[in-house]
């Protein structure tokens, strides 16, 4: 009898557990999965979105900190930036409220801030 008693607790706890340990059950339905955190252990952000960076050469800019008198910075692929630094083989040669400039072999290059998922 102990032997029924213990398969059907270990039959209730795997039914209970089996959310938890099996493949995620979650629909987002097109949202951020609440679940997963925004920061990791060392305090870096995230990158969740699945942005095609083909057409930005590789920069994705995750946050502007504007100033009109020119004392400006982006977050550029998560490292902050300001006019003269460089990302890669780009170089920073304007900051916007909306989009950053960069340079690269004397061409200019124009990459607009990422607002997908802000409401």
């Given at each position: 009898?102990?032997?029924n008693?213990n398969f059907f607790?270990l039959?209730?706890?795997?039914?209970?557990?089996?959310p938890?340990?099996?493949?995620e059950?979650?629909?987002?339905k097109?949202?951020?999965n609440?679940?997963?955190?925004?920061?990791?252990?060392?305090?870096r952000?995230?990158?969740?979105?699945?942005?095609?960076?083909?057409?930005?050469?590789?920069?994705i800019?995750?946050?502007?900190?504007?100033?009109?008198?020119g004392?400006?910075?982006?977050?550029v692929?998560?490292?902050?930036?300001a006019i003269?630094?460089?990302?890669g083989?780009?170089?920073?040669l304007?900051?916007?409220d909306n989009k950053?400039?960069f340079?690269k072999d004397?061409?200019?290059?124009?990459?607009?801030?990422?607002t997908?998922?802000?409401?």
């Amino acid at each position: 009898m102990s032997v029924n008693k213990n398969f059907f607790i270990l039959l209730f706890l795997a039914a209970i557990f089996s959310p938890v340990f099996g493949e995620e059950s979650y629909d987002s339905k097109g949202k951020r999965n609440p679940f997963i955190p925004l920061v990791t252990s060392e305090g870096r952000l995230l990158k969740l979105d699945k942005q095609d960076v083909s057409s930005t050469g590789g920069l994705i800019i995750e946050g502007i900190i504007y100033d009109k008198l020119g004392r400006s910075f982006a977050i550029v692929n998560s490292d902050v930036v300001a006019i003269g630094d460089s990302v890669g083989d780009y170089q920073v040669l304007k900051i916007f409220d909306n989009k950053v400039v960069f340079i690269k072999d004397g061409e200019p290059f124009e990459v607009e801030l990422t607002t997908k998922g802000v409401e």
